[in-house]
T-cell receptor
Framework: EPEVTQTPSHQVTQMGQEVILRCVPISNHLYFYWYRQILGQKVEFLVS????????KSEIFDDQFSVERPDGSNFTLKIRSTKLEDSAMYFC????????????FGDGTRLSIL | GENVEQHPSTLSVQEGDSAVIKCTYSDSASNYFPWYKQELGKRPQLIID?????GEKKDQRIAVTLNKTAKHFSLHITETQPEDSAVYFC????????????FGRGTSLIVHP
């Protein structure tokens, strides 16, 4: 069964540095998502992406964040000038069509800001 | 915006018992309600979903019910097994409007052998 893959599995970064989290969605899926899960808390929606542009974004997704689909397979989340509170698990997900279809999650990237 | 409340936060049952997790939502426009199972350190996995045009959906030992009038939906797991132990999240999505999924805070289900 095809899966969403994420790299790296764990990223440790100094506060103030930029990080790029990478995702390869399922190949025939059209919608892509990023979520954040702070340790022990619920999953929080960050952004959805369709047709090479942001479809929806939450209040969390401020100017510090950006997403990109640099080629036909990768979907990236960039966090500029990281803060301690950015430490969390970041999940990428994809769905075949819209958000009314099942979303398939990757294994996540654990981001630790020191 | 949408607000999803999920109860209980922790549920402990004996193997073979049933488990019920309940969620309420605030936005009557929400029309798609998926449930995810997340084992420790792993990805959330969709286990069942329901749309607002049906009241109940079942898949083997798992069922979900939806009451649109009361704006609540529940996950039912029968004949629980130790491998059912995980955190379960509900979510509500307005697929005709904001498209932003709102998750509940999760229920930690512990099934004792």
């Amino acid at each position: 069964e095809p899966e969403v893959t994420q790299t790296p599995s764990h990223q440790v970064t100094q506060m103030g540095q930029e990080v790029i989290l990478r995702c390869v969605p399922i190949s025939n899926h059209l919608y892509f998502y990023w979520y954040r899960q702070i340790l022990g808390q619920k999953v929080e929606f960050l952004v959805s992406f369709y047709n090479n542009e942001i479809s929806e974004k939450s209040e969390i997704f401020d100017d510090q964040f950006s997403v990109e689909r640099p080629d036909g397979s990768n979907f990236t989340l960039k966090i500029r000038s990281t803060k301690l509170e950015d430490s969390a698990m970041y999940f990428c997900a994809s769905s075949a069509t819209g958000p009314n279809q099942p979303q398939h999650f990757g294994d996540g990237t654990r981001l630790s800001i020191l | 915006g949408e607000n999803v409340e999920q109860h209980p936060s922790t549920l402990s049952v004996q193997e073979g018992d049933s488990a019920v997790i309940k969620c309420t939502y605030s936005d009557s426009a929400s029309n798609y309600f998926p449930w995810y199972k997340q084992e420790l350190g792993k990805r959330p996995q969709l286990i069942i979903d329901i749309r607002s045009n049906v009241g109940e959906k079942k898949d083997q030992r798992i069922a979900v019910t939806l009451n649109k009038t009361a704006k609540h939906f529940s996950l039912h797991i029968t004949e629980t097994q130790p491998e059912d132990s995980a955190v379960y999240f509900c979510a509500a999505i307005d697929t005709g409007g904001s498209y932003i999924p709102t998750f509940g805070r999760g229920t930690s289900l512990i099934v004792h052998p």
